[in-house]
């Protein structure tokens, strides 16, 4: 099929490879010339197993092409619209702007029998008003929502290999079946492969995205609450999860304790989920978002709490090694970075915060410029009066107190995300703290 993906960031890059990658012709559009320089050039503009790999391959076999202009979009008769929803200035809401700017500057190119299909995260509604436009603009095309599940760090496999497939199409029912028939050319590798497939209306599909990211936020708190109950108990919430999860109604998945959840998608959907159901008269129905949030926050508070705590009731002039940046492994991404906030509210208390990542360093920067940044860990570490693991690359996952010993000024160690053993760092004669674990 000829297909456009407009907006080439986490998730439309992605998709647009994955989709070159299953045969398909595609033009990825996005309105930053870096990016599409980059791209067109198979170079990932970020972090993302396995991108570059299908990037090459698909820019190789010359069914992949990037563009600035949405006018190369006029070949295509699919069109994804994967530009980003971020939480709007000021406000919980989502900031339609991209998709709306994403959308009109399709319009012209529209042809009959063309299908938009949406696929970034929308307040419930948006797709019904996104379909008046598109019809407006051209009777004979048609819109579907098309919600992406994908995980940054998973992208690749997730788009080419998703665990389910959604479709959201007009209430017409001759409408929706082409839409749907559409779907099942570009998913036709997914849908051979036996992939469940939900086909509903506008509103449900929309629902199910951000219903999904709340339920993984919801989990996250869940467990981040009752280690709070734990560190109060002396009781072991991972080996609570471990129990609990055994529960196959339950599931062990998405139940690790730590210093909360970030990134571009779970913190900013919450919030718009639950202003799109105050604008809709059921405040009441979401209100337990707010506390899932609070729970979340309150994480990063208790880190840099404990922090101080460890050093003794002050951080001014102390040297913290902060090892991880990115909201969470495999991923360059910083966006609402727990990480990235506990080390930057400590060097806000006065502490001298040298901080490493396997990938997130020029984004961090980018960011905050305050900050000192090291290329690894052992830099990080050298002279530090207390070690901090945020974020669970693999490398920090493997540690040992050997590693360390010899370069730390103090054997003071935070184990934000559960990983370490504690027995092994506690027999080092380290003061080992960990999150609802002894
Ligand atoms: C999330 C969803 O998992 C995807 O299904 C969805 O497609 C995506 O948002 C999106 O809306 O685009 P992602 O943001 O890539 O994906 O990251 P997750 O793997 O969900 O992790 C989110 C955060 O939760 C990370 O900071 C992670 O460290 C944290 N987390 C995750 C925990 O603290 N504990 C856990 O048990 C699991």
Same mark, same amino acid.
């Given at each position: 099929?000829?297909?456009?993906?407009?907006?080439?960031?986490?998730?439309?890059?992605?998709?647009?490879?994955?989709?070159?990658?299953?045969?398909?012709?595609?033009?990825?559009?996005?309105?930053?010339?870096?990016?599409?320089?980059?791209?067109? &050039?198979?170079?990932?503009?970020?972090?993302?197993?396995?991108?570059? /790999?299908?990037?090459?391959?698909?820019?190789?076999?010359?069914?992949?092409?990037?563009?600035?202009?949405?006018?190369?979009?006029?070949?295509?008769?699919?069109?994804?619209?994967?530009?980003?929803?971020?939480?709007?200035?000021?406000?919980?809401?989502?900031?339609?702007?991209?998709?709306?700017?994403?959308?009109?500057? #399709?319009?012209?190119?529209?042809?009959?029998?063309?299908?938009?299909?949406?696929?970034?995260?929308?307040?419930?509604?948006?797709?019904?008003?996104? +379909?008046?436009?598109?019809?407006?603009?051209?009777?004979?095309?048609? #819109?579907?929502?098309?919600?992406?599940?994908?995980?940054?760090?998973? &992208?690749?496999?997730?788009?080419?290999?998703?665990?389910?497939?959604?479709?959201?199409?007009?209430?017409?029912?001759?409408?929706?079946?082409?839409?749907?028939?559409?779907?099942?050319?570009?998913?036709?590798?997914? *849908?051979?492969?036996?992939?469940? *497939?939900?086909?509903?209306?506008?509103?449900?599909?929309?629902?199910?995205?951000?219903?999904?990211?709340?339920?993984?936020?919801?989990?996250?708190?869940?467990?981040?609450?009752?280690?709070?109950?734990?560190?109060?108990?002396?009781?072991?919430?991972?080996?609570?999860?471990?129990?609990?999860?055994?529960? &196959?109604?339950?599931?062990?998945?998405?139940?690790?304790?730590?210093?909360?959840?970030?990134?571009?998608?779970?913190?900013?959907?919450?919030? &718009?989920?639950?202003?799109?159901?105050?604008?809709?008269?059921?405040?009441?129905?979401?209100?337990?978002?707010?506390?899932?949030?609070?729970?979340?926050?309150?994480?990063?508070?208790?880190?840099?709490?404990?922090?101080?705590?460890?050093?003794?009731?002050?951080?001014?002039?102390?040297?913290?090694?902060?090892?991880?940046?990115?909201?969470?492994?495999?991923?360059?991404?910083?966006?609402?970075?727990?990480?990235?906030?506990?080390?930057?509210?400590?060097?806000?208390?006065?502490?001298?915060?040298? +901080?490493?990542?396997?990938?997130?360093?020029?984004?961090?920067?980018?960011?905050?410029?305050?900050?000192?940044?090291?290329?690894?860990?052992?830099?990080?570490?050298?002279?530090?009066?207390?070690?901090?693991?945020?974020?669970?690359?693999?490398?920090?996952? /493997?540690?040992?107190?050997?590693?360390? /010993?010899?370069?730390?000024?103090?054997?003071?160690?935070?184990?934000?995300?559960?990983?370490?053993?504690?027995?092994?760092?506690?027999?080092?004669?380290?003061?080992?703290?960990?999150?609802?674990?002894?």
């Amino acid at each position: 099929m000829k297909i456009s993906v407009v907006g080439c960031g986490y998730l439309g890059a992605v998709h647009a490879a994955a989709m070159a990658e299953l045969g398909h012709d595609v033009i990825g559009i996005d309105v930053d010339q870096a990016k599409i320089d980059a791209l067109a &050039a198979g170079k990932a503009p970020f972090f993302e197993p396995g991108l570059p /790999e299908i990037l090459t391959s698909a820019s190789a076999s010359g069914r992949l092409a990037f563009s600035i202009d949405t006018s190369a979009a006029k070949d295509a008769t699919v069109h994804f619209i994967a530009v980003g929803t971020p939480q709007k200035p000021g406000s919980h809401s989502a900031d339609m702007t991209y998709v709306d700017a994403a959308v009109d500057a #399709l319009l012209p190119f529209l042809k009959p029998g063309d299908l938009v299909v949406g696929k970034s995260t929308v307040p419930v509604g948006t797709a019904a008003r996104l +379909a008046e436009k598109v019809r407006t603009a051209e009777p004979k095309a048609d #819109l579907a929502w098309n919600p992406e599940f994908l995980r940054e760090g998973f &992208a690749v496999k997730d788009t080419i290999s998703p665990d389910r497939l959604v479709y959201g199409v007009s209430p017409d029912p001759e409408a929706g079946a082409a839409a749907k028939a559409v779907l099942d050319e570009v998913y036709a590798k997914a *849908l051979s492969e036996d992939t469940p *497939l939900v086909v509903t209306d506008y509103a449900t599909a929309e629902l199910v995205k951000i219903s999904a990211n709340a339920f993984l936020a919801t989990k996250i708190s869940f467990i981040n609450a009752i280690a709070e109950i734990a560190d109060v108990t002396g009781a072991n919430v991972t080996e609570l999860a471990d129990a609990i999860g055994y529960d &196959a109604r339950i599931g062990r998945r998405f139940l690790n304790a730590g210093i909360g959840f970030g990134g571009g998608c779970l913190p900013k959907d919450i919030r &718009a989920f639950g202003a799109r159901a105050e604008e809709l008269g059921r405040g009441e129905s979401l209100a337990f978002l707010k506390e899932v949030d609070a729970i979340n926050l309150r994480r990063r508070q208790y880190v840099v709490d404990l922090v101080v705590d460890m050093l003794g009731g002050q951080a001014f002039e102390k040297k913290v090694a902060v090892l991880g940046l990115a909201f969470k492994p495999d991923s360059d991404d910083i966006r609402d970075s727990p990480a990235l906030d506990i080390a930057v509210q400590l060097n806000g208390l006065g502490a001298v915060v040298s +901080a490493t990542d396997p990938h997130a360093i020029s984004n961090a920067r980018a960011k905050h410029p305050q900050l000192h940044y090291v290329e690894d860990a052992r830099e990080a570490v050298k002279d530090a009066e207390i070690v901090l693991l945020l974020t669970e690359w693999n490398e920090y996952r /493997e540690l040992v107190p050997a590693d360390l /010993e010899g370069l730390v000024a103090g054997k003071k160690i935070v184990d934000g995300r559960n990983v370490l053993t504690s027995a092994t760092w506690a027999d080092a004669g380290w003061e080992y703290r960990a999150m609802g674990r002894p």
